[in-house]
């Protein structure tokens, strides 16, 4: 029922693009990104709800194609704060519920270098 | 500023003796979770609540209780912590309704550094 995301880890210079993916085996009704600082708690970035949505947050965007259970995170420009482990969560309703329980991919370390 | 706090934030105990952490909110959201995040791993769904109705996973322990007397507060109690106990433990809230309107969906805490000894 856990997410799976790839790649496991990214490394990159300052100012490269990246690209996170997020698939799930079951039927998604969001998914919602988050990134984690050693040491921290998760940040929420972002939720994506519909199939075909996409948001952007800074130069942070994301896709979500509902038909195909699967979300991506786009980080263009990156930026040396951008370092951190990304987790996509997804929201799978539950009967009756119109709100879930929200489970988390096992992350991808993203690691910018100047 | 609305928040999730959760105290301590770091928390020693010794092996066997029971432990409670605590959530509390200020966002009024409708449901809160408990996630045990161990070195390097995603964060693990302990329970959650909607409102007063309690969800426990399957794989959760018996050793793990959690109460939620109202809608600001929620803690978990561990009854007799192993050294596999020792772990961050975070607390999140979420709205009860999903919506893209809103800025923030779901909050979490800064989570409470579990040591066992």
């Known amino acids: 029922q856990q997410p799976v995301q790839s790649p496991q880890a990214v490394i990159l210079r300052e100012g490269e693009d990246a690209v996170i993916n997020c698939s799930s085996s079951k039927a998604l009704y969001s998914v919602h990104w988050y990134r984690q600082k050693h040491g921290e708690a998760p940040v929420f970035l972002m939720i994506?709800?519909?199939?075909?949505e996409q948001k952007g947050h800074e130069k942070i965007s994301a896709s979500f194609n509902e038909k195909k259970q699967q979300s991506s995170l786009y980080l263009t420009a990156s930026q040396l704060s951008y370092s951190g482990t990304y987790f996509c969560?997804?929201?799978?309703?539950?009967?009756?519920?119109?709100?879930?329980?929200?489970?988390f991919g096992q992350g991808t370390i993203l690691t910018v270098h100047p | 500023d609305a928040m999730v706090i959760q105290n301590p934030r770091y928390q020693v105990t010794q092996f066997g003796k029971p432990v409670t952490l605590s959530c509390s909110q200020t966002l009024n959201h409708n449901v809160m979770y408990w996630y045990q995040q161990k070195s390097s791993q995603a964060p693990k769904l302990l329970f959650h609540y909607y409102d007063k109705d309690f969800n426990n996973e399957a794989d959760t322990p018996d050793n793990f209780q959690s109460r939620r007397p109202n809608t600001s507060f929620c803690f978990l109690d561990i009854r007799s912590p192993g050294l596999g106990d020792a772990a961050m433990y975070l607390c999140a809230t979420k709205r009860g309704r999903l919506s893209t309107r809103d800025r923030v969906d779901s909050s979490f805490g800064a989570g409470t550094r579990l040591s066992v000894l």
């Open positions: 994506l709800l519909k199939g075909g």
């Open positions: 969560g997804t929201h799978i309703l539950g009967p009756g519920t119109s709100y879930g329980k929200l489970t």
